[in-house]
Nanobody, 124 residues
Framework: QVQLVESGGGLVQVGDSLRISCAASGRTFSIYTMGWFRQAPGKEREFVAAINRSGGNTYYEDSVKGRFTISRDNAKNTVYLQMNSLKPEDTAVYYC?????????????????WGQGTQVTVSS
């Protein structure tokens, strides 16, 4: 079992940068593949990025490649999403998720544990 709590969301302007965090409970944090998903009003939750247990492998949705960076600090039980060159279409609630499965996980069903989300709003 793991509990996830996101933080760091807020209101920013187009082109700005923002880093959001996901703090996880438990001593076994390093065994989880971690992912970020987002959900805009009226839309389904979609994959953003994932990172493997050691942090050596990352995977991104095409629309955020080159702009977003997922990372993790296993000593702090924390996963980060650095978001640069933000666009209005990035506006969403961002959710942290954890999976005991391996691989380049990009489906909601791959993840068994979810945080409550943090709001990111990008305005012009």
């Amino acid at each position: 079992q793991v509990q996830l709590v996101e933080s760091g969301g807020g209101l920013v302007q187009v082109g700005d940068s923002l880093r959001i965090s996901c703090a996880a409970s438990g001593r076994t944090f390093s065994i989880y593949t971690m992912g970020w998903f987002r959900q805009a009003p009226g839309k389904e939750r979609e994959f953003v990025a994932a990172i493997n247990r050691s942090g050596g492998n990352t995977y991104y949705e095409d629309s955020v490649k080159g702009r977003f960076t997922i990372s993790r600090d296993n000593a702090k039980n924390t996963v980060y999403l650095q978001m640069n060159s933000l666009k209005p279409e990035d506006t969403a609630v961002y959710y942290c998720a954890a999976s005991l499965s391996l691989g380049r996980l990009s489906r909601l069903d791959d993840y068994g544990y979810w945080g409550q989300g943090t709001q990111v709003t990008v305005s012009s």
